[in-house]
């Protein structure tokens, strides 16, 4: 049952906002519409939608790192990033702390995708993991910066990394 729902739920908000530009149309165009607008409807049949990213094939799995990759993460840069790379690559993370907070260790949602090989805190807050794309998959990277000086000071804030990993 639920899933019917989800998968109509996208044709309720097609509708509306088909239903919203043919309003605003009828409202600037004062030419009468020769057929009324038809709007697609939902069907007992729906599909389920899967939510699993297919992973990049063709040019787009070419542009996927290999080798080596360094991802670096600066307080002022985005908390969610998307990579891709292909088996056997070494992907090193560098998560560098704002003032007075510390990173807690890198974990992988997947380890049999995207393996932590190395882990360690550096003085001064930056967290290095050495991550290995291990098999093909996603898998997430994920860490929280902490405020050191009070426990119930600012809240933590969680840094991730979706990490598509191809043959």
């Known amino acids: 049952m639920g899933h019917r729902r989800i998968a109509a739920r996208p044709f309720a908000v097609l509708a509306a906002v088909g ?15 020769a057929t009324p607008p038809t709007l697609p409807t939902a069907s007992a049949s729906a599909s389920v939608v899967s939510t699993t990213p297919e992973p990049p094939t063709g040019s787009a799995a070419r542009r ?21 790379a292909h088996t056997g690559t070494r992907i090193r993370i560098d998560l560098e702390p704002s003032t007075d907070h510390d990173w807690t260790p890198i974990a992988s949602s997947d380890p049999a ?9 550096a003085s001064g807050g ?11 998959g996603t898998a997430e990277l994920i860490s929280a910066d902490t405020y050191t000086p009070d426990p119930h000071g600012p809240p933590s804030r969680r840094w991730r990394l979706t990490l598509t990993v191809v043959p």
């Open 19 to 33: 239903s919203l530009l043919a309003t605003a149309g009828a409202c600037h165009d004062t030419r009468a519409p």
């Open 64 to 84: 996927c790192g290999s080798g080596t990759m360094t991802v670096t993460h600066t307080p002022a840069g985005p908390l969610e990033r998307r990579a891709c």
């Open 113 to 121: 995708v995207a393996s932590v090989v190395a882990d360690r805190a």
């Open 126 to 136: 930056t967290r290095t993991a050495e991550i290995r794309a291990d098999s093909p």
